[in-house]
Each structure stands twice: as C-alpha cells, then as structure tokens.
C-alpha cells in the first residue's frame, strides 16, 4: 500500500508537464515565527512555550512526561534520531531520563523562528535521521538609531501559571542589542473535573542577552548568551522530578558579508554550552530506595560557514565540530543506613568528538525547475573516561575497549519545480548516525514507560536511513493547498532487546534490555495543510497527518501518530483579532504492544481566543484571551508518556507591551 501511494506520486508529478514561469529560488524548510519583540495579532496564544509552538508543525509532535520540556519528535522520531540546534550550535541535554530536551533549555524570547527540516534535508548542522530543527535567535538589525522595549505577562488558569518577561533591543548603524528576561512559575494542572495532577508543576526563569557590531562595512561580530534555570520540576509520569534544570549557552560569531563578490557570506562561530541536571525523588512517597542521580553535559565546537553563487547556482559549505561530555551518576541510600551506599556512572564520562564537512548546491535547471545536491562526511569519536565506569560496562562486554570511531555519511537530492498554481518536488537521501551516548554507554537507565533497566551497546552498526520525499501544492491569490509525504527505510534500526535471566536494578523493574538492532523499519507520514482566505478578514487552516511505522517483521514501531487533525478559523480586522480551532487524533489502534504501547481512545478538543490591539502615547498593547479544552474533556494521547492525562479546560490571558 505504502509502494502504491509512491507510484501514484510519481505518476502525478510527471504528468503534469514542464513549461515556462518565473521562478524565485525556494526553500521547502518550514519556519515558525517565534518571540517577543515583534509579537503577532496572528498568534491565538503569544506567550506559549517553544514546544506549543513547535508542535503546530504538521512534522512534529511531543512526547509528554509532563507539563514541562516535551521531547519533540520530527516525523515521529525521537531525539536520538533527530538534530535540534540553537542558531547552528550544538547542545545535549544532561538526563539520562530525557527529561531535559535542548528545547527545554530556551524561551521564546530568546528566538525569532523555529527552521524545521524534513530527514536529510536538516543535515547541513550534523547527522540525522529523521530531520532538524534549528532555533533562530534574532538576527542582525542595524538601521536608524531606535531603542525598544517590551513587557509580556501572562495567566493560565488550568495551572495557576503566572508569565512574566521584559526585554529591550537598541539599535543604531553599527550596533544592535536584545537583552530580555522571561519567568513562569506554575502549580500542579487540572485534568477534567478539576482532577489535580500531582507532580506536574515547575518554575524557570530565562535571561538573554545579544549585541552585534559592524565595523568595515561588512564585517560583524556578534556574542550571545543565554542563561536558563529550571527549579522544582515534576514529571507526574515518571518516578522522580527535577531540583534543578540549568544552562549556560553562549556563542561568538564573526560575519563577513563581501559585496559585489561571488561569496555572499562568510559566517563562522565559536561556541560553548554547560548543562546540569539534578533529579529528585524526596518528595515522592513511598520512595523504596532514595536515589542521587545527576547528570552534567558540556560542549564546545565551531562552524565556519560560506555562501557563495555562480550564475544560478547557489554553493553553501559548512566546517563543523564539536567537542562533548556526558557524564550521569547515580547513587543508592539503602533504607538500612548501616548497608553501603551504591555508586555507578549511568553515563561514564563519555566523550564525543565530532568533525564534519557538508557541501551543498542548488541551482536552477530553467525557469520553472531546481535541485538541490548536498553531501556530508564526519568523523566521529567516542571515548569513555571513567576507568570506574569502562570497568563497569565491561561486565557486559569484556572485549570492549575506551574508544570507538565511526565514519558518518549524507547525501541528499531535491527538485523542485514550480508553474502557474502549481508546485511540486521529490527527493531522496541517505544518511546514518552514531548511537546516542544511552544507546552506546548507557548503565542501568530505566524506562519506566516500558520499565525496563537499558544497558548500552558500544558495539552497535551505525543506524541508517534510506528516504524518499514528495509534495505536491496549489498556490492562488486565496488558497494554498500542499500535500507531503516522506518515507523512511531505517536500517540496523536500534532498539532495546531483552536480556534473560539479569535482575533489574531498578526495584519493580520486569528486567533488563540491552541496546540491538533490528534488520530495518519503515517509516511514512503524510501530511496535508490548507490556508484559504474565505474573505480579507477570514482565514480558515486546516492539517491533517497519517503516519505508520513498522519493523521488518511488520511490528508497529512505538510512539507513531494515529491520523490526526487541526482545524481552524482566523479573523483578523483592524484592531481585533479572533480565532476558533478544533484538533484531535483517531484513535491509536496501531500501537506498538512490544514496546509497552496500549490502545489510545480518539479526542477532539475545541480552543477559542479573542485579541485586541490598544493604542496609546505611543505604546501598543496586545491583549489576548482565550480557552483551551473549552468542553474539559478528559484525554490522553499516543505521545503521553504513561498515559498521564492532558489538562481540562484552560482560560489564559497574554498581554504584551511594546513602546
Ligand atoms: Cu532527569
């Protein structure tokens, strides 16, 4: 069935014939408008999280283990599988748990936009499998001397959340800065009925801070830094929470911007980031043994990046590399105190070291037609520096040595053609990645999901995957219209595999699974998404997306979305602003019972919010209040860790001030 729906692609596309238009050079990325300086009558809720926003996206979902820092998945595959950069930098969470994605690690005011690439097309920044999202921070302003400031605050009542922010930007011909502050601080939420979710509050604060300069004309030099700190996290469907979330991101970057030249743009950073993670059980009853588990993640690394165009073609090269190190422990206080405690590394100081070359080409066939060819090559090293830990891991595989190098490979290729209304593309790719440091070196790490100890495999083949990608849209004065549809073929697919026989460490445990690979899977998901313009003050969008996973033995693959659906009517006039929307899954009948999955029953959820633009001495106020949930229904979906239910109904109200 899957083969068939490809043919019909193929049969469509070429079908349709070649001929003359104008053609602008495109990019099938798709962005999401994030921030808090510029902020949209557009958005139903401004003040969302970065994952509200992300999750808009038609190729990304979230896995929940809470009300904070949801782990996004890019064509329903999860972070090892994925590449999720800050403006081209790398960052790695610090909890073995995956309790801390990198999008946990900013706010929306410190981005301008959200860059989602689809599979090898998010290459450019490092390996992927699935695809890439890279966060934008604001990028250079210069223009007539003009400072600006904002305030934003914000209540959602289904947590008792309260949103504050404030933020300035300064701007004149040869500098520009943005400083800004955000914080939340919520309580446990309600699902339906008032039913209160223990565990499931949290509190951060947020601090940014950019400035750029531009001397000679062409040449800028810009630092950036971002300080986060999550405190008092719960994570209602896992068995612990987090004391302590924290994150120093910090960049320098040099541009060189030549004119009238054939390079268009010389761009290199330098960057470091330090993450820390403390995980708490204390205020867990019933804790059987109290645990100590932190975790701390550190990474330096560079890109130097050059744009150049020849006649039609459009040539991007990027030098890469970092410099990573992953280090989780966990210590056990037996409830008898005169018993020893308990000392491992779940991460043994693993250290990566990665250097890459990609080189891209787009160019223009005719008026009507492009490719693009992009290729990569890295070379990747893992090292274990706990001689402690390399002793551990070597119970499992005695033969295994400190060091393990891989060679890691992309190429990709993209047309594009475009005529009148209509608009199409196919493309195909191969790429592979390294196993994550749990999949590699990982001691000990429960999934309480499928409660299962992990141990790692530092044996695994590279996974890789072999793509095919196609859309197909309309575009009029009043209508857009666009069909997608991308297919994985992953090989050594890595999964965990059941050890017979070993006692879990984790008390309650069912056993221990040790990371393997299955021969393949296969991955599909099509999407369609319309935008119509019923009247100029009218909007009606609406999304829909099927996706199915399956290994070579026809098992469903975990955390797929059943067929889902969003819905919704903008109206915008002059100074205010409405929007009503609905959104839902099917039920997810296809659920991957060896992973521990279970059906999911099918919801619809209508949301509703009005906005208005107020005006005075100077200062513009956007206010925005709406309901989420309105009929408080009781849910839970295929990506809700545990099955924890999705909060009842919300009232919230944002209000941002700019002058
Ligand atoms: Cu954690």
């Known amino acids: 069935m899957q083969k068939l729906t490809v043919l019909f692609f193929f049969v469509f596309f070429f079908s349709k014939g070649f001929a003359q238009d104008s053609l602008q050079s495109h990019h099938i990325q798709e962005v999401i408008v994030?921030?808090?300086?510029?902020?949209?009558?557009?958005?139903?809720?401004?003040?969302?999280?970065?994952?509200?926003?992300?999750?808009?996206?038609?190729?990304?979902?979230?896995?929940?283990?809470?009300?904070?820092?949801?782990?996004?998945?890019?064509?329903?595959?999860?972070?090892?599988?994925?590449?999720?950069?800050?403006?081209?930098?790398?960052?790695?969470?610090?909890?073995?748990?995956?309790?801390?994605?990198?999008?946990?690690?900013?706010?929306?005011?410190?981005?301008?936009?959200?860059?989602?690439?689809?599979g090898q097309q998010g290459s450019s920044h490092g390996s992927t499998i699935g695809g890439a999202i890279d966060l934008k921070r604001p990028q250079p302003f210069f223009g007539p001397e003009k400072w600006n400031f904002n305030i934003s605050s914000g209540f959602e009542s289904v947590n008792q959340q309260k949103i504050f922010g404030a933020g300035t930007t300064f701007k004149n011909e040869s500098f520009y800065t943005d400083v800004n502050f955000m914080s939340r601080d919520a309580e446990n939420y309600m699902a339906r009925n008032h039913t209160e979710i223990p565990f499931s509050q949290f509190k951060k604060i947020n601090l940014s801070g950019i400035s750029g300069?531009?001397?000679?004309?062409?040449?800028?030099?810009?630092?950036?830094?971002?300080?986060?700190?999550?405190?008092?996290?719960?994570?209602?469907?896992?068995?612990?929470?987090?004391?302590?979330?924290?994150?120093?991101?910090?960049?320098?970057?040099?541009?060189v911007l030549p004119q009238n030249s054939s390079i268009h743009s010389w761009e290199t950073k330098v960057y470091y980031n330090s993450v820390t993670h403390r995980m708490d059980d204390t205020k867990r009853p019933a804790v059987p043994i109290h645990m100590d588990m932190p975790g701390w993640s550190t990474t330096a690394g560079y890109y130097s990046q050059l744009k150049m165009g020849f006649a039609d073609h459009h040539f991007l090269a990027n030098l890469s590399g970092y410099y990573n190190k992953s280090?989780?422990?966990?210590?056990?206080?037996?409830?008898?105190?005169?018993?020893?405690?308990?000392?491992?590394?779940?991460?043994?100081?693993?250290?990566?070291?990665?250097?890459?070359?990609?080189?891209?080409?787009?160019?223009?066939?005719?008026?009507?037609?492009?490719?693009?060819?992009?290729?990569?090559?890295?070379?990747?090293?893992?090292?274990?520096?706990?001689?402690?830990?390399?002793?551990?891991?070597?119970?499992?595989y005695p033969e295994m040595t400190s060091d393990k190098n891989r060679i890691l490979k992309n190429f990709a290729a993209n047309f594009r053609f475009a005529k009148n209304i209509w608009e199409f593309g196919l493309g195909a790719g191969y790429g592979d990645r390294a196993p994550s440091v749990s999949e590699g070196y990982?001691?000990?790490?429960?999934?309480?999901?499928?409660?299962?100890?992990?141990?790692?495999?530092?044996?695994?083949?590279?996974?890789?995957?072999?793509?095919?990608?196609?859309?197909?849209g309309i575009k009029k004065e009043n209508v857009a219209s666009k069909i997608s549809l991308s297919y994985f073929h992953i090989s050594n697919y890595i999964v965990g595999e059941i050890l017979p026989g070993l006692a879990p460490m984790t008390i309650g445990a069912s056993g221990v699974k040790k990371y393997g690979a299955l021969d393949f899977a296969d991955i599909l998901n099509i999407s369609w998404t319309s935008d119509v313009k019923l009247f100029p003050f009218l909007k009606w969008n609406t999304q829909l997306v099927y996706s199915r996973g399956r290994d070579f033995e026809k098992n469903n693959l975990p955390f797929m979305s059943p067929f889902s659906y969003s819905s919704s009517l903008r109206y915008i006039q002059n100074k205010f602003s409405a929007e009503i929307s609905a959104k839902g899954n099917a039920g997810h009948r296809d659920f991957a019972a060896n992973y521990g999955e279970t059906e999911t029953p099918a919801y619809t959820l209508a949301n509703g919010s009005i906005g208005y633009i107020f005006n005075f001495s100077g200062a513009k106020i956007l206010a925005k209040a709406g309901i989420e949930n309105i009929f408080d229904k009781y849910y839970t979906t295929y990506s809700d860790w545990n099955k924890i239910p999705r909060p009842g109904r919300n009232f919230f109200l944002n209000l941002n001030i700019n002058f």
């Open 34 to 118: 994030i921030g808090t300086t510029k902020v949209s009558a557009k958005e139903a809720k401004p003040l969302s999280s970065i994952d509200e926003y992300l999750q808009k996206s038609a190729k990304i979902d979230m896995i929940k283990r809470g009300a904070y820092a949801w782990e996004p998945l890019i064509n329903n595959m999860p972070t090892e599988r994925t590449l999720v950069t800050i403006d081209g930098m790398r960052i790695f969470g610090a909890c073995t748990d995956k309790m801390d994605p990198v999008t946990s690690y900013i706010e929306v005011s410190n981005l301008s936009e959200a860059v989602i690439s689809s």
């Open 213 to 255: 300069f531009k001397f000679g004309g062409n040449k800028i030099l810009e630092g950036s830094l971002i300080y986060d700190k999550a405190t008092d996290v719960g994570y209602p469907a896992l068995p612990m929470d987090v004391s302590l979330a924290e994150a120093l991101i910090t960049s320098l970057k040099f541009q």
């Open 327 to 396: 280090t989780a422990e966990m210590t056990m206080y037996p409830t008898d105190i005169s018993e020893p405690l308990m000392f491992m590394y779940t991460w043994p100081k693993v250290q990566t070291f990665y250097q890459g070359l990609y080189l891209e080409d787009h160019f223009l066939l005719n008026e009507n037609s492009e490719l693009k060819f992009s290729a990569s090559v890295g070379f990747h090293r893992n090292n274990v520096e706990s001689d402690f830990g390399l002793s551990s891991l070597q119970i499992f």
């Open 442 to 472: 990982g001691f000990y790490l429960f999934n309480s999901f499928e409660k299962y100890d992990y141990i790692g495999n530092p044996d695994l083949k590279n996974e890789s995957s072999l793509e095919a990608n196609a859309f197909m």
